[in-house]
T-cell receptor, first 116, second 112 residues
Framework: GAVVSQHPSRVICKSGTSVKIECRSLDFQATTMFWYRQFPKQSLMLMAT?????????EQGVEKDKFLINHASLTLSTLTVTSAHPEDSSFYICSARVGLSGNTIYFGEGSWLTVV | ELKVEQNPLFLSMQEGKNYTIYCNYS?????LYWYRQDPGKSLESLFVLLSNGAVKQEGRLMASLDTKARLSTLHITAAVHDLSATYFCAVDIVQGTYKYIFGTGTRLKVLA
């Protein structure tokens, strides 16, 4: 079946550095991908919607210059956390929508980011 | 702005008991999704409800959707310890762009 792969699954970075998280759809084309952030014991908060070949649409309150999203191909979206700080430590989950109008969404395994 | 709220936020129940989790959403949508999340893991899809009146069952879980009331329920029958997890509902809408919004989540703990 369809699989969405996220990498890395865990990453530790120093404060002030940048870290990139990749989200790949392995056997289908994903015109739309979503990025979520989840703090412990909280829900998934939508950060941005990423459409292939165009700029991401960010949710209110999400800094687009800090969380850079690139969706360069139909199978890959990346989230770069720039100048990371300890408060950016969180579980980041991507998901991918199958096709242009479908309602099938597949989720990645998630990436744990710890900023020290 | 779409809001998706779940009730209760936390549920502790004895094995063998029944209970219902509620999911209310604030805007019109004909589709609703239920997920399970175990600690430290991503999401596992449980149910996809695609129309008003839809009912789906899998094992001890049954989900239903009332689009007119903007309400979905997840009913747990004769709970077992393995059902302990966090359950999320999610709604998709088009607000300029397609969005997929999660509910507040319900942390379920089934006591042996």
């Amino acid at each position: 079946g369809a699989v969405v792969s996220q990498h890395p699954s865990r990453v530790i970075c120093k404060s002030g550095t940048s870290v990139k998280i990749e989200c790949r759809s392995l056997d289908f084309q994903a015109t739309t991908m979503f990025w979520y952030r989840q703090f412990p014991k909280q829900s998934l908060m939508l950060m941005a919607t990423s459409n292939e070949g165009s700029k991401a649409t960010y949710e209110q309150g999400v800094e687009k210059d800090k969380f850079l999203i690139n969706h360069a191909s139909l199978t890959l979206s990346t989230l770069t956390v720039t100048s990371a700080h300890p408060e950016d430590s969180s579980f980041y989950i991507c998901s991918a929508r199958v096709g242009l109008s479908g309602n099938t969404i597949y989720f990645g395994e998630g990436s744990w980011l710890t900023v020290v | 702005e779409l809001k998706v709220e779940q009730n209760p936020l936390f549920l502790s129940m004895q094995e063998g008991k029944n209970y219902t989790i509620y999911c209310n959403y604030s805007t019109t949508s004909d589709r609703l999704y239920w997920y399970r999340q175990d600690p430290g893991k991503s999401l596992e899809s449980l149910f996809v409800l695609l129309s008003n009146g839809a009912v789906k069952q899998e094992g001890r879980l049954m989900a239903s959707l009332d689009t007119k009331a903007r309400l979905s329920t997840l009913h747990i029958t004769a709970a077992v310890h393995d059902l302990s997890a966090t359950y999320f509902c999610a709604v998709d809408i088009v607000q300029g762009t397609y969005k997929y919004i999660f509910g507040t989540g319900t942390r379920l703990k089934v006591l042996a």
